[in-house]
T-cell receptor, first 112, second 111 residues
Framework: KQEVTQIPAALSVPEGENLVLNCSFT??????LQWFRQDPGKGLTSLLL?????REQTSGRLNASLDKSSGRSTLYIAASQPGDSATYLC???????????FGEGTQLTVNP | NAGVTQTPKFRILKIGQSMTLQCTQD?????MYWYRQDPGMGLKLIYY???????DKGEVPNGYNVSRSTTEDFPLRLELAAPSQTSVYFC??????????FGEGSWLTVV
């Protein structure tokens, strides 16, 4: 059974800092991995999707990497801003169209 | 283009009551999912569907039922509500191997 773990559970940083969120998964036979953002009381918004054949994806200040062999992904946020404060979740899809298995998320607070 | 629409947003149920959470999408996606999220936890899959007429159990299906008669709609039925079903429910849609889109969530309390 696939298990997804996110470390740390919570992170508080000053504005402007570069930061890394970690995601690990137990079964490396994945189809893709997605990073989501969740604001309080809201649904999830997809940030980046990395296919299993890719090593990284970038969108603006966000960069996500994937190392399938070691079962790890990182989400790098450059020059953090208070508006980045949210919970970030990673999820893996094991086969095309199958269920997503989610981590428990990292709650990020960026202080002005 | 509304995306994924869930109703109701909030609901309080008494133990033993039944209700249906509605989910509608206008993106013509074949895959639809129902997840629940308990406080401080990740999302757990209840049921999913790969197309109209096809549904399958997820990780935590007990106490729930679904149907998928059309591409657009994927209602989640709670039978004999229990306090353990107090949670936030999210409907999601997507195409095979692509980005998943979530609704805004339905907050359910069973008392």
């Amino acid at each position: 059974k696939q298990e997804v773990t996110q470390i740390p559970a919570a992170l508080s940083v000053p504005e402007g800092e570069n930061l890394v969120l970690n995601c690990s998964f137990t079964d490396s036979a994945i189809y893709n991995l997605q990073w989501f953002r969740q604001d309080p009381g809201k649904g999830l918004t997809s940030l980046l999707l990395i296919q299993s054949s890719q090593r990284e994806q970038t969108s603006g200040r966000l960069n996500a990497s994937l190392d399938k062999s070691s079962g790890r992904s990182t989400l790098y946020i450059a020059a953090s801003q208070p508006g980045d404060s949210a919970t970030y979740l990673c999820a893996v899809e094991e086969t095309s169209g199958s269920r997503l298995t989610f981590g428990e998320g990292t709650q990020l607070t960026v202080n002005p | 283009n509304a995306g994924v629409t869930q109703t109701p947003k909030f609901r309080i149920l008494k133990i033993g009551q039944s209700m249906t959470l509605q989910c509608t999408q206008d993106m013509n996606h074949n895959y639809m999912y129902w997840y629940r999220q308990d406080p401080g936890m990740g999302l757990k899959l209840i049921y999913y569907s790969v197309g109209a007429g096809i549904t399958d159990k997820g990780e935590v299906p007990n106490g729930y039922n679904v149907s998928r008669s059309t591409t657009e709609d994927f209602p989640l039925r709670l039978e004999l509500a229990a306090p353990s079903q107090t949670s936030v429910y999210f409907c999601a849609t997507g195409l095979s191997g692509n980005t998943i889109y979530f609704g805004e969530g339905s907050w359910l309390t069973v008392v």
